[in-house]
């Protein structure tokens, strides 16, 4: 597993060394270039994994926005089709990268647990146009669900939305605003934080008088208490150095959804809490027991 993913964990995941370079003087004009470094790592725009070269059933996507973005977009079946389940996790990244650096991920799921993956890459990322803010990516997450909620083969299958780090926070939006519909199976939290300008004194202690110029919010705390009647799976790497654990923790706290499940890993970091051991099981006891 751990080869497997070693490209993925290159990827750095939040934007501690960038904001502490600006402090004051960029985080009101310049937060966005920092908050979602999509450049990062050099030619992720250009140079995005294909599935093919993991050896996986996919197709390559261009997913239109209502406010005339165009979306990259990886839908991966399951390999053994005998053994598919009704299933359709989208999928929903950190803020630096792109969705190539996520294939391994989207392989477990799709060959070893046998479910369809709609990989989503946010506008001004990978292949897709644009340039992201809080609004516009929230407009993308939609459009990922209302594609598969529009797709003949994807519509009537159970959905899982799966968020790592801002991905996290991407997901518990889309699930409070759709919570009504009834196709929202899961919600899967990987190291996510209670908000932005909460993040910022963890980061740099000295810049926390900033927070008010903070305006890409991401308010999970505010957020998460909407969802009801929706499985959720917590997982906290507890040596994360980004997101402080107890962001984590004081989610599933005041996580009002039952069942809530929380798992943690000692040894997990930001970057490699993936890679622990159990992460995976966790998440396939967490399909068998309350999805499938």
């Known amino acids: 597993m751990a080869t497997l993913l070693w ?3 290159r990827v750095p995941i939040m934007f501690a060394s960038g904001l ?3 402090v004051s003087s960029g985080l009101y004009y310049y937060q966005n270039e920092l908050i979602y470094p999509r450049n990062i790592p050099a030619n992720a725009r250009t140079d995005v994994p294909r599935p093919a070269q993991l050896g996986l059933d996919a197709e390559e ?8 973005e165009t979306l990259s977009a990886f839908l991966i079946k399951p ?5 598919a389940k009704n299933v359709t996790f989208i999928m929903f990244h950190g803020n630096a990268g792109n969705i190539g ?11 070893e647990f046998h479910c369809n993956v709609l990989m989503l890459e946010y506008r001004g990322y990978g292949l897709s146009t644009g340039n992201p803010d809080e609004k516009g990516i929230a407009k993308d997450s939609q459009t990922g669900l209302d594609f598969i909620r529009g797709r003949g083969d994807l519509k009537n299958t159970k959905i899982v939305i799966y968020g790592q780090s801002l991905g996290g926070a991407v997901g518990i939006d889309l699930a409070v605003k759709n919570k009504d519909h009834g196709d ?3 919600v899967i939290l990987e190291n996510t934080f209670l908000s932005i300008k909460k993040m910022i004194p963890s980061v740099i202690p000295a810049a926390k008088y900033l927070t008010p110029l903070c305006h890409q919010v991401w308010p999970s705390e505010e957020m998460l208490p909407g969802i009801t009647n929706i499985p959720i799976l917590f997982l906290s790497g507890l040596q994360d150095e980004i997101v402080p654990p107890s962001h984590m923790k004081r989610l599933f706290d005041i996580c009002r959804s039952e069942p809530k499940i929380w798992k943690e890993f000692p040894y997990g970091d930001h970057n490699n809490t993936v890679t ?4 995976f099981h966790y998440v396939q006891e967490f399909l068998d027991k309350y999805i499938v």
Do not use: F, M, Q, W
């Not at 390999?79 to 053994?83: H, T, Y």
């Open 7 to 9: 490209g993925y964990l």
């Open 20 to 22: 502490g370079a600006v």
């Open 61 to 68: 996507l261009s997913l239109p926005t209502p406010d005339g």
């Open 79 to 83: 390999g053994n089709v005998s053994k």
């Open 101 to 111: 650096h996520r294939l391994p991920i989207a392989k477990i799921l799709a060959n």
């Open 184 to 186: 929202i199976a899961g």
């Open 276 to 279: 622990e051991a159990g992460y």
